[in-house]
């Protein structure tokens, strides 16, 4: 299936941006003489492991592509036998929209060597910041949806929609079809493909009855009232 | 490493010598730590309780800021007053909030899919969040609030009595319209209520849905009822020694024409699912195999079942409301499991294939569900409906450790 629409959002630029919304704002305060243990990652750890991600070391790198977006970086949780080492890793999770895959690369960021790599099947970690956005963009450039939703909204407030972005607020979430077994239609690929499921308020806290579903992958509108009942 | 490094524990007591009674091959040692030792925490101060409570007791632990599970507590020791501290968990952590919609609009597996500690979802607390508290701060973020707080009696006996306190640990991740309270009680005692309070908005309240699967709120729109499922993880290592905590479950057996009761032991040898029963009085506990207190007896601490609402859904993991697995790092999840490991299933019913888990590091899984039925009340803003279970020390110590 051609995935057109996926290269102008997925480039570098947005997976750096990606990794900035990712926690490192609030994690690391500390200097890494001080970190061990337990402790989150710290910036420069995180740092570490994103130059690897990134690619800024050619010999040990996980290599990201175009397509690919690093939707989390996260202290490897090691198995008690060796935790007690001193060893620091961190799980660095890329997706690739190209094929749809979740990999995991588990980075020693003391070395800098990434220790292993694989495949994750059957997951969907929760969206990052850049695929709210381009959640949103899909279903506003959608006609169908937007006629959908200024009738939701009627419904809710007894008032049309005339500036949404002043008007109403929207929490996408990652969506999997296997979720609900009343799933059916094009939503049914969710899961297998990344999607994203979007509750819609209004800014003065109604709820708006209208709960779509985009494909990310495809760049695609699957269900446009995200209603299976 | 070699295997037998692997028995100590990150959270050691350092300082005065251990106090070790060898009364025969047959008998265990007894309580291995000394009251003014320090701890060498395995985490950085930012990231360490320290807490000493008003009756003396002590509360020390490291938590850690993750993407799905919010705060996860690590190496959780208690240390009575005036005497020895004890590790009771190693690793513990909410591990799933599962919201099911009785018109099955939606099931949301909340912390798994849409993350308690991110960024976008955990709370920036401030000050109003956290009378007469302290909040615990990550670079500048607010994420949880640390209070010691009055907790009502500790006992009383005419003339004589005592108060008790309680340290709660909270953090608030927001997810849809909901905010969802994860908190943490550790009683002066050394009961640990977990709890999690659901606030914020209904979620599914609109004019059109069906009556029959809720409740008529204003304006015409109906609530619809839902569950809150709570899934906890605990990687209990009692005692600070993970591959000699025996999981046992309690319960007093009618007989004798329902005129008595027989109290029951049994000790799991494998893995293992189980259904709370509270006709039976049915409980779990988790003892030391080798630690005794000074009276001879198992230390050990017990789950106590919340079962107000039994929920049992399509989903395998909604069958039983107690797991005890076999630790294995990647498993972390009660369903949605992010299966990291190769051939990690996906959720808690799959975890238990058969095991041993004697002389086995052991993980217990506990789940409780509330079932919330809308009312008008609930508009606006919603008041937090409370979920949680206690885990209390069954014979840590031989009397009760806040009385005189």
Redesign the interface.
Known sequence: MPHLTRRAWTGVGLVVAGIA???V??????TDD???????LSADETETALGLARGSNPGEAIGLGDDDLVL?I??H?????????GLRRA?VYVYSYDDDVLT?SIVDVATGEVDQS?V???????LI?EE?ERAQELATDDPATRRALATAYR?ATGRDLTDPATEIEV?P??F?AD????TRGPATTCGRHRCAQL?I?TTD?L?V?L?PIIDLSTGRVVSRTG??? | MTAAAGFSRRLRVIGAAAAIFLLGAAVPVAMNVAADAALDFNCSPEYQVDHTMANGAKWQMCWERRDAEGIVLHDVTYTPPGGDSVEVLGRAALAQIFVPYDDNWARFHDLSDYGLGTIDHLNDLTAGDCPNGDLVTEDTYNVMCQTEAPAGYSYKDYDLQGQATSLNLFSVSHIGAYNYVVAWNFDDDGTIRPEVGATGQLQNDFSTSDPTRGWPLGGGRIGVGHMHSYYWRLDFDLAGTRFDDRVEELEAVPQVGNTQRRNTRRAFTTEVARRVAPQSFRSWRVRDVNELNADGHPISFEILPNTDHIFRGPETFTQNELYVTKHRTCERFASHNVQSCSGSPNSVPGFVNGEGISNQDTVVWYGTSFHHLPRDEDEDHMHPHWSGFSIIPRDLTATNPTAP
């Open positions: 919304a990712l926690g704002t609030i994690a690391g305060a500390q001080a970190v061990r243990g337990t402790d989150p989390l996260e202290r949780e090691e198995n008690k036998d060796v935790a007690e080492d799980d995991l694989r994750v099947p059957n997951t969907q970690l929760p910041p709210s419904q929490q979430i990652v999997r979720a609900n077994s009343a509750f308020t806290d709820l009855d709960t209603s299976f009942s």
